[in-house]
């Protein structure tokens, strides 16, 4: 059996497969528009007035390279359409079937492109970036919460209005172009120039799905445009940026085969002399005769989004710390602080097995055992480890992973709620009251227990949609010199953001208050940080580098445990930093793994010692380092703050120091490769 039983055929066919590619026209070209569209409302409500003329260029090619982006995505979608109909029988029925349903194909394609537009806008309107694996928190995190943050945050009714117009509208289109060329006579042509107009067809249509004349198709490389970062975020389309996260998605799960002998190079690079194995990481803390006599209980409370920035507003008149303000200004605070992941679980997953691989928990080694586990030390010394959040243990696999490194207990919402009848839960969890509440009396429990209690905490509260719960405080703050200042131009709702945020520090603040006033106040430290600054601030100056990524460390310490602590607030730091702190002031000739320093050291330890954001941000004494930006720095602009002065060159011994602390992060990926990779099977107790 034949394709084509006679030239007759092939003419119907091929006049056929024409008026495919014809009709698809109309929708292809509303697709390509659509996206453009996004595009151009996000340069014109995001670019810095300055742009325009300071930039032409650079604008030019963002628009031209977005425009060939929006070909191409649009074009690999309607291919797989021609396809259909070049490999279509030429069967007049079926022919005809194809055609008259083209419209509304098509139509709904060009409706899921724009719907893919409105989810990009949305998405750098929230964390001021294109798509990136972050979106794939949709999957990860709580739907719920996502999509309660989604109807508070985003006009989506006016976005499903829009949606169906683009559909109604393309449809209408679609048949009316549609209508025309099946009217159209298209002339019937030999064998030979038929043949030849298909093998243009084809061509033409390859082309645009390449989107590019060049060696190599249009890649995420032809996105680096501009020294304007906004510029280079809105060139690809919803569809590019997505695809690239998936792929990112699928290597932040991954891990790789790794030697000795990157290690021992690695080690070189940092430390000056090479190492073996994990030998180089194992440090261990001296002598304390206070919590060797006393051991005190010690609690980390990581909390959401509390970075560095938003609470510099608060002064006279306007305040955004409530009871948490005798304390933080009373007692040891960190300020040259960074979050060393960008992301919540990005942070959660370096604190508890330093692991640069922010997916680890949800992985095929999250039931490994770790010798970066942060409990273990503490497990070692008999402390019992506990995990107590407002959110929820399901995600992100979080209450299972931090049970298997050793939390004995993990309390959520469920189980606050189930102790607290009165929490309600919003978006994200229940309110952070009640979280820190539970804290408080676990510590007075295990007084009398005789029990040393190690406590991991993370609040959700301060979180998008940033609903304050009930009996929280609304309104009330004067952010007029705030509301103008370009980090905020596209934000809609501030007043939310801080009255959320100056909830939890109140809140914070209130478990401070009454910890010091109890008989555990003697004996429980307590560290405080961010897991990250706040997203979807925009900032836009070099010299503001560090407060986008800056994160404060507060420590309150008793009297008792602080030892031949030196406290120096100017000392810069991270994450990476915490444990090993809090190892050196609680527990006494233990072994730990090393990857930071002790921030309270009389002498830090220089090699350990500097702040560090993956993957661009590196901070020391002297000032900031960018990854981007090899050979210069930009120096501390005073002797407090995060502010920055103009970058210069780097001296030779800055450029030496620089060169050392670039090693780091493929250190700490080596690392927890290593790790995986000579892991032995878990254990299976026998029945």
């Excluded at 495919?20 to 659509?34: C, E, K, R």
């Excluded at 298209?186 to 084809?202: G, V």
């Excluded at 030390?377 to 931090?402: D, E, H």
């Excluded at 960018?626 to 450029?655: F, H, N, T």
């Amino acid at each position: 059996m034949t394709l084509f039983r006679s030239a007759s055929a092939w003419q119907n066919w091929f006049l056929n497969f024409q008026r495919s590619f014809l009709i698809l026209l109309a929708p292809w070209l509303v697709s390509v528009l659509a996206q453009g569209a996004g595009r151009g409302y996000l340069l014109y409500a995001y670019a810095p007035p300055n742009t325009y003329t300071a930039l032409p260029q650079d604008i030019s090619r963002t628009l031209g390279i977005g425009l060939l982006f929006d070909i191409k995505v649009s074009a690999i979608a309607f291919s797989a359409l021609l396809l259909i109909a070049l490999l279509l029988p030429a069967r007049p029925t079926w022919q005809g079937r194809w055609l008259r349903s083209l419209p509304y194909v098509g139509a709904t394609m060009a409706m899921l492109f724009a719907a893919s537009t409105v989810i990009s806008v949305c998405y750098f309107a929230t964390f001021s970036r294109s798509i990136d694996i972050f979106v794939f928190g949709l999957m990860d995190d709580d739907t719920h919460a996502i999509l309660l943050t989604l109807w508070h945050g985003y006009p989506v009714l006016r976005a499903l209005a829009l949606l169906a117009a683009v559909l109604g509208i393309t449809f209408w289109l679609a048949r009316r172009w549609g209508a025309s060329v099946l009217r159209a006579r298209l002339a019937q042509r030999a064998l030979l120039p038929s043949a030849l107009r298909l093998l243009l067809i084809i061509g033409i249509t390859v082309l645009a799905c390449r989107g590019s004349l060049g060696t190599f198709p249009l890649n995420k490389d032809d996105t680096s445009i501009s020294s304007l970062r906004l510029l280079n975020d809105i060139a690809p389309n919803g569809i590019s940026a997505f695809f690239w996260a998936l792929d990112d998605r699928g290597n932040d799960k991954r891990f790789t085969s790794v030697s000795d002998q990157d290690g021992a190079e690695l080690y070189q690079r940092f430390l000056g002399q090479p190492g073996q194995g994990l030998a180089p990481f194992m440090a261990s803390t001296g002598a304390n005769p206070a919590a060797q006599a006393h051991p005190p209980h010690v609690v980390l409370q990581v909390m959401e989004s509390m970075g560095h920035h938003m609470n510099q507003y608060d002064r006279p008149g306007r305040d955004l710390l409530g009871a948490l303000r005798p304390h933080w200004n009373a007692d040891w605070r960190f300020d040259r602080f960074l979050s060393e992941g960008n992301g919540t679980i990005d942070s959660l997953s370096r604190l508890m097995v330093r692991s640069p691989v922010p997916a680890i928990s949800q992985s095929s080694a999250a039931s490994g055992n770790f010798d970066s586990n942060a409990f273990t030390p503490f497990l070692a010394r008999g402390y019992k480890v506990l995990f107590v959040t407002s959110g929820a243990a399901t995600w992100r696999n979080l209450g299972s992973f931090a049970s298997h490194l050793g939390a004995r207990e993990f309390i959520d919402q469920l189980a606050l709620k189930q102790r607290y009848p009165e929490a309600e839960a919003g978006a994200w969890g229940v309110p952070d009251e009640y979280m820190f509440r539970y804290i408080a009396e676990r510590l007075a429990q295990a007084d009398r227990d005789g029990q040393p209690l190690f406590i991991v905490a993370l609040s959700t509260t301060h979180h998008p949609p940033f609903l304050v719960p009930a009996g929280g405080k609304r309104g009330g703050i004067n952010l007029d010199d705030v509301q103008d200042l370009p980090y905020y131009d596209s934000w809609t709702g501030l007043d939310d953001a801080f009255d959320t945020l100056r909830y939890a520090n109140d809140q914070l603040g209130r478990f401070l208050s009454g910890l010091k006033a109890s008989a555990n106040g003697a004996n429980t430290i307590v560290a405080v940080t961010g897991d990250h600054n706040i997203l979807g601030v925009d900032y836009q100056a070099d010299t503001d580098a560090v407060l986008a990524r800056a994160v404060p460390f507060y420590l309150y310490v008793p009297q008792a445990y602080r030892g031949q602590s030196t406290y120096d607030p100017s000392r810069p730091g991270s994450h990476k930093d915490i444990l090993p702190t809090l190892y050196h002031l609680s527990l006494p000739d233990t072994p730990y793994f090393r990857s930071g320093c002790d921030l309270l050291a009389a002498r830090p330890d220089p090699q350990w010692c500097f702040g560090y954001n993956n993957p661009r941000l590196l901070i020391t004494r002297d000032g900031a380092y960018r990854k981007d930006r090899p050979g210069r720095i930009m120096p501390w602009a005073g002797d407090a703050g995060v502010a920055l002065a103009p970058e210069q060159d780097a001296s030779p011994a800055q450029r030496t120091e620089e060169a050392r602390l670039q090693a780091y992060g493929p250190l700490l990926k080596w690392q927890i490769n290593y790790q995986v990779q000579n892991q032995a099977p878990p254990r299976r107790d026998r029945p």
